[in-house]
């Protein structure tokens, strides 16, 4: 079975704050991982994916596959981040979202 | 733009009542899902069909079911929708060819509500 937890339901911090958005998963294959992301009004959709490697919005995210995670890191957030990101799996042939994190960057 | 398009956006319903939500996309896509969207919950997948002539379910797909139509459309049911059925409801496509990651693109829900 495949499983993604990312513990935190709300993460608030202020504008050029570190951020760390975590996800840790479960599954026994070679895994694929995504975050995706969701503005107010806006559609879901793909931030970065690990076999990328890259960096979008000042957004990174290494896979550790010793600690089985994905966190999502910014060095310095802004107000225009405050979304819901959700951290996904891509074991066998569909995506399992984990139950997503709502990150609130105050000015 | 090529597009996911989900109608209706918005739906109240009564208990025992059938529902369609209806996906249709012009991104020319084989493969379509169906999630639900629950506060704490995340997305779940109800159900996937990666062709024409290929349905499969999801982690959750009791008191649902689907219908391909053709490449492009992708319908989900709800034959005698309850309560715990309220939620927000996105179809999804993704293009597996040419050994793209799966990258789902996503329309923009449809809130149904079971009264």
């Known amino acids: 079975a495949q499983r993604v937890t990312q513990p935190e339901k709300l993460l608030s911090v202020f504008k050029g704050a570190p951020v760390e958005l975590k996800c840790n998963y479960s599954?026994?294959?070679?895994?694929?991982l995504f975050w995706y992301v969701q503005y107010s009004r806006q559609r879901l959709q793909l931030l970065l994916r690990?076999?990328s490697r890259e960096s979008i919005k000042g957004f990174t995210a290494d896979l550790n596959k010793g600690e089985t995670s994905f966190h999502l890191k910014k060095p310095f957030a802004q107000e225009e981040d405050s979304a819901m990101y959700y951290c996904a799996l891509r074991g066998y042939s569909t995506l399992t979202f984990g139950k997503g994190t709502m990150l609130l960057v105050s000015p | 733009d090529a597009d996911v398009t989900q109608t209706p956006r918005n739906r109240i319903t009564k208990t025992g009542k059938r529902i369609m939500l209806e996906c249709s996309q012009t991104?020319?896509?084989?493969?379509m899902y169906w999630y639900r969207q629950d506060p704490g919950l995340g997305l779940r997948l109800i159900y996937y069909s990666f062709d024409v002539k290929d349905i499969n379910k999801g982690e959750i797909s009791d008191g649902y079911s689907v219908s391909r139509q053709a490449q492009a459309k992708f319908s989900l049911s709800l034959e005698s929708a309850i309560p715990n059925q309220t939620a927000l409801y996105f179809c999804a496509t993704s293009d597996e060819a040419g050994g793209n990651t799966g990258e789902l693109f996503f329309g923009e829900g449809s809130r149904l509500t079971v009264l």
């Open positions: 690990h076999i």
């Open positions: 599954y026994s294959g070679s895994p694929e």
């Open positions: 991104k020319g896509h084989d493969r």
